[in-house]
C-alpha cells in the first residue's frame, strides 16, 4: 500500500485493529499491570519484634551422610521475617512435615516469643511445583495437616493469614528474605556436603549477617556513620562477629575444619553485601491504574500451558484494596471459581466483549 499511497497515521490504525482482533489477543495475552500499592496495616503498625511474622520454606540442602554408602540426608531452611522490624531468623527443618514445621515454629518460639499473626503463602502456589515444593504442597492441602497446625497456632492465640493462591507478589518480604539467604547459600556450598552441626552453625552466622543490614541512618550527621539494623530491635545494639583472619585467599586444603566453616561464611558475606548494595538503588516505573470491572471476560495465565491453552472465565467479583485499586479478583471457569490476582488474568479486548 505504502508503494502508491502514504496513509496518515497509517501505524496507529493497523495497532488499533490488532488490539481489538479475538484471534491476535490469544497469541499475545497482555496480562494487567497495576501499580504498586502501599504498604499494608501490617508492615506500618507499630509492635514488638516478630509479632506479626511472615513464613517461608527453601531449599532442599544435602548434607554429610552419617557414612560414606548412606545417602545423603535432605534439609530444609524455615525464613521466619518480622513485618516491622525486617529482622529474620532462620531454623534448619529435617523433612517436609507437619511435625517438622511445628518443631520449628515451637523453636522459633522459644527464642522470639509467641507472635500475634503469622502469614505465609496459600498452598495452591506449591501446585505446579513437580520436585521439591510439591511435599509441602501437599502438607499445606491437607486438610488434616491444615487442621492440625491451625489448632496448635489457635492455642497460643495466634491467628494464621494465608496471600491469595498464586500470587508470591504478596508475600514479597519472605520472598526477598528467601533469596537472600538461599541464592548466595547454594553458590557458595556448591556440591559440598556439610554435616548437620556446621549446617546450623552457618545458618546462625548468616542470621546474625543479615540482620545486621542497614536499613537508614541514625542521624543526619555526615560524620556519623552509624545506621539502624534489624538487631537493634532485638538486642538494642548491632551485632558483632568474633574477629576472625581473612581466609578468603588460602586454598581449602591448607586450612582446618573450623577455618573451612568461616571461609563459606566470608564468602557468602561478600557476595551477598556486594549484591545487597547494588539492589538498594533500584527505582520503580509507576503504572496507571487499570480498571477492572465485573463481569468482564478475561483469560488465566497458567505457567505450564502455551497461550491458546489458557483457559477463560468471568470476572464475578473484584477486591479492591484500600486505596481503591483492584489487585485480586474472583473468577468463575468451567472447572470452578477461583480468586486470583489482577497479573494472572489477560482481559480481552472491549469490542469481543460482546461476540462472546
Known amino acids: ?18 488490539r481489538k482482533c479475538y484471534r491476535c489477543f490469544r497469541f499475545n495475552p497482555t496480562p494487567i499491570q497495576q501499580p504498586t500499592g502501599q504498604l499494608p496495616k501490617t508492615r506500618i503498625r507499630p509492635s514488638g519484634a516478630f509479632l506479626i511474622t ?19 540426608p535432605k534439609a530444609y531452611i524455615a525464613v521466619f521475617v518480622c513485618f516491622t522490624t525486617k529482622a529474620m531468623h532462620l531454623e534448619i527443618v529435617s523433612d517436609l512435615s507437619t511435625t517438622g514445621f511445628l518443631s520449628a515454629f515451637r523453636r522459633f518460639i522459644g527464642y522470639h516469643g509467641i507472635p500475634r ?3 505465609s503463602d496459600n498452598a495452591k502456589n506449591f501446585a505446579g511445583a513437580k520436585h521439591e515444593l510439591n511435599a509441602l504442597y501437599c502438607i499445606l492441602n491437607n486438610e488434616s495437616s491444615y487442621n492440625r497446625i491451625g489448632t496448635e497456632l489457635a492455642q497460643y492465640g495466634i491467628s494464621w493469614h494465608f496471600i491469595p493462591p498464586r500470587a508470591p507478589n504478596f508475600g514479597g518480604l519472605w520472598e526477598a528474605a528467601v533469596r537472600s539467604v538461599k541464592t548466595c547459600l547454594k553458590k557458595e556450598i556448591g556440591d559440598r556436603r556439610l554435616s548437620y552441626e556446621d549446617f546450623s552453625t552457618l545458618l546462625v552466622q548468616i542470621t ?3 540482620n545486621s543490614r542497614p536499613l537508614m541512618p541514625l542521624s543526619d550527621d555526615p560524620n556519623d556513620l552509624k545506621v539502624l539494623t534489624p538487631a537493634h ?5 548491632s551485632m558483632q562477629a568474633l574477629p576472625e583472619r581473612d581466609v578468603r585467599n588460602v586454598p581449602s586444603n591448607r586450612l582446618t575444619h573450623y577455618q573451612q566453616r568461616q571461609q563459606l561464611f566470608q564468602h557468602y558475606w561478600q557476595r551477598w553485601s556486594n549484591e545487597y548494595l547494588t539492589e538498594l538503588q533500584a527505582t520503580s516505573k509507576k503504572r496507571q491504574t487499570t480498571a477492572v470491572q465485573q463481569g468482564n471476560i478475561v483469560v488465566l495465565r497458567e505457567d505450564n500451558l502455551p497461550p491458546l491453552r489458557w483457559p477463560m472465565a468471568r470476572i464475578i467479583d473484584v477486591h479492591p484494596g484500600a486505596d481503591g485499586v483492584v489487585r485480586v479478583v474472583t473468577v468463575k471457569t468451567t472447572n470452578g471459581i477461583y480468586k486470583r490476582p489482577v497479573n494472572r488474568i489477560c482481559p480481552l479486548p472491549s469490542s469481543c466483549h460482546s461476540g462472546i
Request: with cysteine.
Open 233 to 237: 530491635f532485638l538486642i538494642g545494639t
Open 117 to 119: 499473626e503469622v502469614h
Open 208 to 210: 546474625a549477617a543479615l
Open 54 to 72: 511472615g513464613v517461608d520454606y527453601c531449599g532442599p540442602f544435602y548434607l554429610k551422610p552419617p557414612h560414606r554408602r548412606a545417602a545423603a
Open 1 to 18: 500500500m505504502r508503494q502508491e499511497f502514504w496513509p496518515i497515521h497509517g501505524k496507529q490504525a493497523v495497532n488499533s485493529v490488532l
